[in-house]
């Protein structure tokens, strides 16, 4: 998370650092219409960087991975990159409406033009021409990607829903992108800040047209169709077994994820592998009903039915250089813990000593067995710690249980404020934080 505040903040500095060194401010004085045209610039140049940037990252490019520590951290920045574009655009938009509301009201007398400069440069000559039209067509196509990043931002809105009007953002992008060319001030062409903007904005539009073509991740793609389904009514989980030809999938690290497709109307949703890659076109997936999609699986999905998987995604790797790894599962979070003793077993590794704790409420005694057994074979310590009887884990729980704990590497998949609570509780007692491995699902 430090990463990717880093970054967030960076963005933001060097894009301000940059319109300084354009507007000049310490060499020239300001009326207020002057102070307006410059704080107009200024937020528009966040607004549309932080809205470019966004629109990059939803792309799903491989080499940011490694750089944020995964795609899910990816994810994350791409929303906090929304919301500041979100509140700079509408400072941008209160700065160049609140003037002209204020002349209006007769508050403020606007000031006397003189004739616009001409250019002998085509382009600058063609921005002047349509600066009228791209004024007001970015005032519009604002108001409709505002609208649309709060609606993104509601949790409640189902997700069949925000797939298809997240896809209208993109729409509304080219039309800001426009906007934004067009009325930045000619003379930031003779310094960096337009020309950066120039190409965050061609990046952006580039990342548009692989949306709106829906070729995102489309050579990381497999077909293939759903081979078995099995549902646990304890836990409500559902379990999907979906087979491709092994040519066609080139394979997973355990504690990987992937999009996976059923329904194209639906759109792709983020399951972890629970299964490690064998090699024989076949994987599995533990699907918790969370939500109105996931909750409607185990009625409407059948074997036969074509699925596709996009992936694998994910920096939640188990590489560590640190002697012991101490993995919590949460609920549905076991699956990538899973994985790796799936794969541990393929591998015949006992490098490191591992501790697995899995917290669960009412734990089903066939699944448990099956656990243990896995357990045993990999070489992996197994604690099942029911929630209802032996209260909430805790770090307290988990230094006591291991008293290697500052020598170990922690990885945590399960219920955000669960992990959020035991990292906190182990930094609180010594723990080295950035040993804390945590992927981050909430992709909205």
């Known amino acids: 998370m430090k990463r990717i505040k880093w ?3 960076v963005s933001f500095a060097v894009l301000s650092a940059l319109w300084l060194l354009a507007e000049q401010p310490w060499a020239q004085s300001y009326d207020f219409f002057r102070l307006r045209s410059a704080i107009v610039n200024y937020t528009g140049i966040l607004a549309m960087g932080a809205m470019s940037v ?10 940011v991975e490694p750089l944020l520590g995964g795609l899910d951290k990816s994810y994350r920045l791409h929303k906090w990159l929304g919301i500041g574009a979100l509140v700079t655009g509408v400072l941008h938009w209160l700065w160049a409406q609140g003037a002209k509301w204020a002349v209006g009201w007769g508050w403020l007398t ?3 033009r003189g004739p616009r400069p001409e250019y002998d440069n085509l382009v600058f000559r063609f921005f002047q021409q349509v600066h009228e039209f791209a004024e007001h067509s970015g005032e519009w196509a604002f108001y409709a990607a505002a609208a649309l990043i709060v609606l993104a ?3 409640y809105f189902p997700y069949r829903w925000f797939f298809k009007t997240h896809r209208l ?3 509304a992008y080219l039309v800001l992108a426009f906007h934004s060319v067009v009325l930045i001030r ?20 580039a990342g548009v047209v692989l949306s709106l073509t829906r070729r995102i991740g489309q050579q990381r793609r ?6 078995a389904l099995a549902y646990n009514q304890n836990h409500r989980v559902l379990k999907v077994d ?8 080139e394979g997973h690290r355990a504690g990987q994820f992937a999009f996976v497709t059923f329904d194209d109307g639906e759109g792709a949703h983020p399951f972890t592998i629970s299964s490690a890659w064998n090699d024989d076109g076949l994987l599995h997936f533990h699907v918790k009903e969370l939500g109105d999609y996931t909750n409607r699986l185990s009625a409407t999905l059948k074997a036969g039915d074509r699925a596709t998987v996009e992936g694998p995604y994910g920096c939640f790797r188990f590489e560590s250089d640190r002697p012991q790894q101490v993995w919590v599962a949460g609920g549905i979070g076991i699956t990538p813990f899973m994985a790796r003793m799936e794969e541990r077993m393929q591998r015949g590794e006992t490098k490191n000593a591992v501790d697995l704790f899995y917290s669960v409420k009412n734990p089903d005694e066939a699944f448990i067995a099956g656990l243990r057994q896995s357990a045993e074979a990999a070489g992996v310590a197994l604690h099942v710690v029911d929630s209802d009887r032996d209260g909430f884990f805790d770090a307290d729980k988990l230094r006591a249980a291991v008293p290697q704990w500052q020598d170990a590497s922690v990885w945590f998949c399960g219920p955000a404020g669960f992990g959020q609570a035991l990292r906190q509780g182990l930094k609180q007692a010594g723990f080295d934080g950035s040993h804390f491995h945590q992927e981050l699902f909430d992709m909205r």
């Open 153 to 155: 931002l509601i949790k």
């Open 242 to 249: 979906i087979r491709f030809d092994k040519d066609r999938w």
């Open 7 to 9: 970054i967030y903040g």
């Open 169 to 171: 953002i993109a729409i």
């Open 222 to 227: 497999a077909l293939g169709k759903v081979e």
């Open 110 to 112: 606007k000031p006397v």
């Open 54 to 63: 966004a629109m990059m990252l939803a792309i799903r490019p491989m080499w």
């Open 186 to 205: 000619i003379s930031y062409w003779q310094s960096p800040v337009a020309w950066v903007m120039a190409l965050l904005i061609a990046g952006g539009v």
